[in-house]
């Protein structure tokens, strides 16, 4: 649908309804006004050849009037025939033109009669017939004579002595109101194109701006995402440009995340490569069994390390919002999830000799997905045995709040400075763990996780100085 | 020669601080950016190898700050983002070399030999004095054509004093170059590997000078 032509076929059709209603209200008005002017002709006309047949009646001058009467060329007889001939030429209708100054061709539109009161006729029009015009001896009527339509008017003199009558047919007046509302209607219906190309045109150069935005939108790629000058455009066209920048301004900032990303990812990928790469070389030029040992020992833990960053980048990727992860909820006891986790874990915790302790809790009913949870417990518990010194401790605890479950993961490691808390859940970031081979993803990872399951992270300091991890799972 | 190595990652640091110690550097490794700005302001290294993704101090931040200081010590940054932003940054900064992760040893090798021998001003691979001529990458001296055969403590001390002659090199600097910070030096060790090389590349080369240590004349053709 093109907006140029809807408002063009509107704008046309109000104009034509508003000039049409016009246009049909003045031809009602016409037609009144046009009765009454007539009428009044009519009833004016009368009165005088009322007098004027009384005064020559005194006279007796009757005959001679008559007469002179019957001499107008430009009279037709009531059947509708000239005087003179049966048919006027086009030639003869010009000459007759020529002759106005004696009359007119109309006078064989208007007549009249005078009668008296014993019903005899006294004086008549050329075009008059020989009957009464009308049976209303006063006042107005409409009469049908020969299928003419005629506008009678009948008047008796103030003694009753002598009444006239005088026509004239109706078609005069329809003509005039004719001609008028043709006046009205042609110049509409000609300046109705004219109007309708104005309109084109100014409508077209009113969506312009539109056009520009359209272009302008066009040259944008992932590249350049600027904003569009909103000061530029019309108030009309504002909250869309504004809803349009505000979404390239999300564009851009999802493009940089995915930049900064990759960025990160290779870091962290290509950093135990380098690893490898550089021992498996000491491997190839050792020039005895020890160093060689050494090597493809280290070797193999940097294949371990990178398979961790391989695992641990997957993990988040599938954990991003918007990723198709398919996250089936179902009831679980975290208490007998984190049992299950820390299990996992021991081995890992008695190299350090670290005491892991999962406080007893009874049954912790709520909805998750165990993949993932699991995955959150791993990672908390992972980065609490990897900060905590050796010999150290570290702790499972629950606490059931009135709409929370919260499970807090305690350590007696060094724990996180205040204004490193917030960083430590941005992917990569890696704070002062200076000895530990962690890749900065873990966080991140439980992070996302508990956002999916609508639950809060809280850092703090533990009693101990180490660093307390509490997450609020949400009752179900 | 002494190489600082700023690495944090544990495998990687140990494999570069492995390697180059095989070629006979004196490496001393740290693994964050603080302790490299402290130690680079206080001791005389030969060449730097900075990773650039650094716990507490950013690789550039450790590169702007030492340049600050009115350190001149080539620095070779280690870089895992391979855009060229990153590069030009790290030069702009004050780096004299990079190298992107993955990276082959001996790609670093041959590139802090370049670095070292073009900080004493040299264009030649070798280092020429009179008839003798020595060669850091092959770790081979020759004396008129012949190949002089030594140990490597001794071409290291040889090193030290050709890279740097017309400059004397003190006792302390000459030991710190043969050994680690934390290993014990033996008292007499520098004299026994000078008397050594005197003896066999003739006693004119290396000069005493009392009370301060010892130093090779700038090479007169």
Same mark, same amino acid.
């Given at each position: 649908?093109?907006?140029?032509?809807?408002?063009?076929?509107?704008?046309?059709?109000?104009?034509?309804?508003?000039?049409?209603?016009?246009?049909?209200?003045?031809?009602?008005?016409?037609?009144?006004?046009?009765?009454?002017?007539?009428?009044?002709?009519?009833?004016?006309?009368?009165?005088?050849?009322?007098?004027?047949?009384?005064?020559?009646?005194?006279?007796?001058?009757?005959?001679?009037?008559?007469?002179?009467?019957?001499?107008?060329?430009?009279?037709?007889?009531?059947?509708?025939?000239?005087?003179?001939?049966?048919?006027?030429?086009?030639?003869?209708?010009?000459?007759?033109?020529?002759?106005?100054?004696?009359?007119?061709?109309?006078?064989?539109?208007?007549?009249?009669?005078?009668?008296?009161?014993?019903?005899?006729?006294? &004086? #008549?029009?050329?075009? @008059?017939? $020989?009957?009464?015009?009308?049976?209303?001896? =006063?006042?107005? %009527? !409409?009469?049908?004579?020969?299928?003419?339509?005629?506008?009678?008017?009948?008047?008796?003199?103030?003694?009753?002595?002598?009444?006239?009558?005088?026509?004239?047919?109706?078609?005069?007046?329809?003509?005039?109101?004719?001609?008028?509302?043709?006046?009205?209607?042609?110049?509409?219906?000609?300046?109705?194109?004219?109007?309708?190309?104005?309109?084109?045109?100014?409508?077209?150069?009113?969506?312009?701006?539109?056009?520009?935005?359209?272009?302008?939108?066009?040259?944008?790629?992932?590249?350049?995402?600027?904003?569009?000058?909103?000061?530029?455009?019309?108030?009309?066209?504002?909250?869309?440009?504004?809803?349009?920048?505000?979404?390239?301004?999300?564009?851009?900032?999802?493009?940089?995340?995915?930049?900064?990303?990759?960025?990160?990812?290779?870091?962290? &990928? #290509?950093?135990?490569? @380098?690893? $490898?790469?550089?021992?498996?070389?000491?491997? =190839?030029?050792? %020039? !005895?069994?020890?160093?060689?040992?050494?090597?493809?020992?280290?070797?193999?833990?940097?294949?371990?390390?990178?398979?961790?960053?391989?695992?641990?980048?997957?993990?988040?990727?599938?954990?991003?919002?918007?990723?198709?992860?398919?996250?089936?909820?179902?009831?679980?006891?975290?208490?007998?999830?984190?049992?299950?986790?820390?299990?996992?874990?021991?081995?890992?915790?008695?190299?350090?000799?670290?005491?892991?302790?999962?406080?007893?809790?009874?049954?912790?009913?709520?909805?998750?997905?165990?993949?993932?949870?699991?995955?959150?417990?791993?990672?908390?518990?992972?980065?609490?045995?990897?900060?905590?010194?050796?010999?150290?401790?570290?702790?499972?605890?629950?606490?059931?709040?009135?709409?929370?479950?919260?499970?807090?993961?305690?350590?007696?490691?060094?724990?996180?400075?205040?204004?490193?808390?917030?960083?430590?859940?941005?992917?990569?970031?890696?704070?002062?763990?200076?000895?530990?081979?962690?890749?900065?993803?873990?966080?991140?990872?439980?992070?996302?996780?508990?956002?999916?399951?609508?639950?809060?992270?809280?850092?703090?300091?533990?009693?101990?100085?180490?660093?307390?991890?509490?997450?609020?799972?949400?009752?179900? | 020669?002494?190489?600082?190595?700023?690495?944090?990652?544990?495998?990687?640091?140990?494999?570069?601080?492995?390697?180059?110690?095989?070629?006979?550097?004196?490496?001393?490794?740290?693994?964050?950016?603080?302790?490299?700005?402290?130690?680079?302001?206080?001791?005389?290294?030969?060449?730097?190898?900075?990773?650039?993704?650094?716990?507490?101090?950013?690789?550039?931040?450790?590169?702007?700050?030492?340049?600050?200081?009115?350190?001149?010590?080539?620095?070779?940054?280690?870089?895992?983002?391979?855009?060229?932003?990153?590069?030009?940054?790290?030069?702009?900064?004050?780096?004299?070399?990079?190298?992107?992760?993955?990276?082959?040893?001996?790609?670093?090798?041959?590139?802090?030999?370049?670095?070292?021998?073009?900080?004493?001003?040299?264009?030649?691979?070798?280092?020429?004095?009179?008839?003798?001529?020595?060669?850091?990458?092959?770790?081979?001296?020759?004396?008129?054509?012949?190949?002089?055969?030594?140990?490597?403590?001794?071409?290291?001390?040889?090193?030290?004093?050709?890279?740097?002659?017309?400059?004397?090199?003190?006792?302390?600097?000459?030991?710190?170059?043969?050994?680690?910070?934390?290993?014990?030096?033996?008292?007499?060790?520098?004299?026994?590997?000078?008397?050594?090389?005197?003896?066999?590349?003739?006693?004119?080369?290396?000069?005493?000078?009392?009370?301060?240590?010892?130093?090779?004349?700038?090479?007169?053709?």
């Amino acid at each position: 649908m093109s907006l140029r032509k809807y408002l063009l076929i509107s704008i046309l059709l109000i104009i034509s309804t508003v000039g049409g209603l016009t246009i049909w209200s003045s031809y009602r008005e016409s037609i009144y006004e046009v009765e009454e002017v007539f009428d009044a002709q009519l009833a004016s006309s009368a009165r005088m050849m009322l007098g004027l047949t009384l005064t020559e009646l005194g006279l007796g001058n009757i005959q001679s009037l008559q007469s002179s009467l019957m001499e107008n060329r430009f009279i037709l007889n009531m059947d509708g025939e000239e005087a003179g001939s049966d048919h006027k030429t086009k030639n003869e209708q010009e000459k007759d033109e020529e002759l106005y100054e004696a009359g007119h061709y109309y006078e064989s539109k208007l007549t009249f009669q005078v009668w008296d009161r014993h019903g005899n006729m006294v &004086l #008549r029009s050329a075009n @008059a017939p $020989l009957q009464p015009l009308s049976d209303i001896e =006063q006042g107005y %009527s !409409n009469q049908l004579i020969n299928n003419v339509s005629w506008r009678v008017f009948g008047l008796w003199n103030s003694d009753r002595h002598y009444r006239v009558q005088t026509a004239e047919r109706y078609d005069v007046r329809l003509e005039l109101v004719e001609k008028i509302t043709q006046r009205l209607i042609l110049p509409f219906l000609l300046l109705l194109p004219i109007l309708a190309w104005l309109l084109w045109i100014a409508v077209g150069r009113g969506l312009q701006p539109l056009n520009r935005i359209a272009d302008e939108v066009k040259s944008r790629d992932e590249n350049y995402l600027d904003e569009i000058d909103e000061s530029r455009v019309p108030t009309e066209v504002q909250p869309m440009v504004r809803a349009l920048n505000r979404l390239f301004e999300k564009i851009k900032y999802s493009f940089e995340k995915e930049r900064r990303f990759t960025s990160d990812a290779a870091h962290e &990928l #290509r950093t135990p490569l @380098a690893a $490898l790469k550089t021992h498996a070389q000491l491997a =190839q030029s050792a %020039s !005895n069994d020890e160093d060689r040992k050494h090597a493809l020992s280290q070797l193999n833990a940097g294949v371990d390390r990178a398979s961790h960053v391989v695992d641990q980048l997957l993990a988040l990727t599938r954990l991003e919002p918007g990723a198709n992860h398919q996250q089936a909820q179902q009831m679980l006891d975290l208490h007998q999830l984190c049992v299950a986790v820390v299990a996992e874990l021991i081995p890992m915790a008695q190299e350090k000799n670290i005491e892991v302790m999962v406080d007893d809790a009874g049954e912790l009913l709520m909805k998750g997905n165990i993949a993932s949870l699991s995955m959150l417990v791993r990672n908390l518990v992972d980065n609490a045995i990897r900060y905590s010194h050796e010999n150290g401790e570290v702790r499972l605890s629950f606490q059931l709040l009135a709409h929370y479950i919260q499970l807090r993961v305690i350590d007696d490691g060094p724990g996180i400075a205040e204004n490193e808390r917030d960083k430590v859940f941005q992917r990569f970031y890696r704070g002062e763990g200076l000895q530990q081979s962690g890749c900065g993803i873990g966080l991140s990872i439980v992070r996302q996780i508990a956002e999916l399951h609508g639950a809060d992270i809280q850092i703090s300091e533990s009693e101990q100085g180490g660093l307390q991890v509490a997450v609020s799972f949400p009752k179900s | 020669m002494r190489v600082l190595l700023v690495e944090d990652d544990n495998l990687l640091g140990d494999g570069i601080k492995t390697g180059l110690q095989q070629q006979d550097y004196i490496v001393e490794w740290l693994q964050d950016g603080q302790a490299a700005v402290l130690a680079i302001g206080h001791e005389d290294y030969d060449v730097v190898v900075l990773d650039l993704g650094l716990p507490k101090l950013p690789g550039i931040e450790v590169l702007k700050q030492m340049r600050t200081l009115g350190k001149t010590v080539p620095v070779l940054i280690l870089t895992a983002q391979d855009s060229i932003d990153d590069r030009v940054n790290g030069l702009d900064a004050g780096a004299d070399d990079y190298l992107t992760k993955p990276f082959d040893l001996d790609e670093l090798y041959a590139r802090l030999r370049a670095l070292i021998r073009r900080s004493s001003g040299r264009a030649e691979v070798v280092i020429r004095h009179g008839d003798i001529e020595l060669n850091p990458a092959s770790h081979q001296v020759y004396q008129a054509g012949q190949l002089v055969d030594l140990s490597r403590r001794e071409f290291a001390v040889l090193q030290e004093l050709m890279e740097n002659s017309g400059r004397v090199m003190s006792r302390v600097r000459l030991e710190q170059g043969l050994y680690g910070l934390g290993e014990e030096v033996e008292s007499n060790a520098l004299e026994v590997y000078v008397h050594h090389l005197r003896k066999k590349l003739g006693s004119k080369l290396i000069r005493t000078i009392r009370g301060v240590g010892y130093m090779v004349d700038k090479a007169v053709y």
